[in-house]
Every structure is written in C-alpha cells, then in structure tokens.
C-alpha cells in the first residue's frame, strides 16, 4: 500500500501530508495517524504522515524539541507499519539522512536549512522523494536552482509563507504557479503559514481560524498536495500548540478542498 500510495502522488493525484508538529508521545501520533487514515481511505486521498523528531530551529533552548533521533525514528517505524502510510519527517544534518531514509519515504528539508547544498544533494542522493520547504527569506524562483542541487526527479516545494516585518507571514499565491513551472510537486503548508514566528513572548502563535478559508484559496489556485499539522488537542502540544488544526476539523479541511479541486477538474 505504501508503494501505491507513493505511485498515486508520483502519477500527479492530489495528496496530504499531516500530522503532529513535534514527536510528543507515541500515543499521540498514533492517535493522529489513525483519525486521519480513516478520512483518507474514506476520502480515497493518498495521505502521507508527517511529524519531527528534532525541532532544530527553537528560538529558546527552553523550547521541547523532540525526543531525538533514535526513540523519534521508532515512533515513526511504528506509524509507517501500523497503518501502512508513507512517513516524511525532517533532516536537519548530512549525518541524519542514512539513518532517517531508512525509515522515511520522503524526507524534508526545513526551510531555514533549504539552502544548504549539501544537505539538499545528499537527500537527493538516496532516491527518496525530497520535500523541500521554501525559507520565509526567498523568492518563489529561487527554489528552482535549489530542486537542481537534489539532482532528483523526486522533489517536491512547499510554500510556508514569506516574513513580513516582524513576528508575521503572508501568503503569495503567486507562488504556488511560478515555483509549478518547476516541473516540480508544489505543496501548500497552510498552518505554517498562517504561523506568528515568536510572536508570544519568545514562542510562535497562529492563526488556526483562518486554516480552512487559505486551504480553500490553494486549492483553487491549484496545488499537487497539502501539508497540515494537526493534533487532537492542540492545547496541550508542546510545539506549535496555538498553529495546529484540532483533529476535529480535518473532515470539514478535506471535505471542503476536494469539492473545489472537483470544480477545477470540470
């Protein structure tokens, strides 16, 4: 099911990526993944989980970061073989990817790290899918000579949202269409982008409200797949607890993005 899954995204069907922020608990992205699973099949949309096992770019050391490398890939490993869905997660340094590729269907480059050429060849080296994040620093365009240094036919960019003064991201929708003329898998992140990076004295807020309505947008401007951090009580998450999508509403997310994608296929 997982190499179907994968052959779906590759032949150009619409596709979801989602999942917890951070790796908390094993329960937690156990229960994720189950609830999201359900909706996928019953929504027949190849669903990809998500999740960290290192948040690397906290603004304070005092921030939860993830259980690691090791307990994180355990978790993952469980997830992938328990539901049978293909698993992304981040790689932060060319000495993670050999071991995370060998849990990992697709492994993701954070967008503050997207520049960074050797991590962004080794990925590629592995044959895996690349997913790489589009820094809140850069130009649409300039993610095509980044896709060139993966040397890969299997990559995928995620637009998360551009800076905009402090504390704050906009959306370009303009985007989605210039970094398409890549060839390439263009992937919207709306929770991220809809993110107040440090915005709550030292820690980054959100805008969940606003989730479905800019899902909606991508959808209609047109996108290859959707990236979503959701948890099922985003209270109580120790990473991106007020940027997260409760559980709750992910039926009502796909629901309403499908019937539009629907529309664009007419």
Known sequence: MIENTLK?????????????????SEAVCLEVAD???????????????????????RLSGASYSGPGLTAGLTVLRKVREQFN??????????TEIDQVAAVADILQI??????????????????????????????????????????????????????FGYHTLVVDFRSLIIM??????????????????SGGNGISLGQPEFVIPFARAAMAVGIDGLFVETHPRPSEARSD??????LEQ?????????????????
């Open 110 to 163: 954070p967008a503050f790290l997207c520049r960074q050429t050797d991590l962004v060849a080794k990925a590629g080296a592995t044959g895996k899918w690349v997913n790489i994040k589009k820094g809140q620093f850069l130009a649409p365009e300039d993610m095509a000579p980044i896709a060139a240094k993966a040397n890969s036919d299997k990559i995928m960019l995620t637009e998360r949202g551009v800076s």
């Open 241 to 246: 607890a007020a940027a997260m999508l409760p």
């Open 85 to 94: 869905v293909p698993i992304v997660t981040d790689v932060h340094e060319t």
């Open 8 to 24: 779906r995204i590759a032949d150009g069907e619409f596709f979801m990526i989602a999942g917890p922020c951070a790796i908390e």
């Open 35 to 57: 609830r999201v699973s359900e909706l996928a099949n019953r929504f027949d949309v190849p669903y990809v989980f998500k999740s960290s096992f290192k948040k690397a770019n």
């Open 180 to 197: 398409k003329r890549t060839g390439h898998k263009v992937i919207f992140d709306v929770t991220h982008s809809l993110q107040l990076p």
């Open 250 to 266: 992910m039926e009502r997310l796909l629901d309403e993005v499908l019937k539009i994608r629907a529309a664009r296929e007419r």
